[in-house]
């Protein structure tokens, strides 16, 4: 099992960027896909961006695709959220997740492990 913990999250306008951060401990997450998900207050947990295991593969919703970022950096055991023109309709709190494979899938039932989460809030 990997422990993942989440930062870079904050208090920002519309239009403005972050970089959210997960950092994994306990084993190597290099041969595992890696997800970012995000739940909104009163909403279900969505899918928001999956890169595979080697990073040559990623997979983004299309309410993020163009301006969000997904990348891993398999040295560091750290996956990484490039977000920009942040939108008030992204305010969620994010969670990283640890996949049971190797391949990028927007399923949440595809991922074993997963972070406490990072808050994200974007103001009008």
């Known amino acids: 099992q990997v422990h993942l913990v989440e930062s870079g999250g904050g208090l920002v306008q519309a239009g403005d960027s972050l970089r959210l951060s997960c950092a994994a401990s306990?084993?190597?997450?290099?041969?595992?896909?890696m997800g970012w998900f995000r739940q909104a207050p009163g909403k279900e947990r969505e899918f928001v961006a999956t890169i595979n295991w080697s990073g040559s593969g990623v997979v983004y919703a299309d309410s993020v695709k163009g301006r969000f970022t997904i990348s891993r950096e398999n040295a560091k055991n750290t996956v990484y959220l490039q977000m920009n023109s942040l939108k008030p309709e992204d305010t969620a709190v994010y969670y990283c997740?640890?996949?049971?494979?190797?391949?990028?899938?927007?399923?949440?039932?595809?991922?074993?492990?997963w972070g406490q989460g990072t808050q994200v809030t974007v103001s009008s």
């Open positions: 997740a640890g996949g049971r494979g190797r391949y990028s899938s927007r399923r949440d039932h595809d991922y074993a492990d």
């Open positions: 306990g084993r190597t997450i290099s041969p595992y896909a």
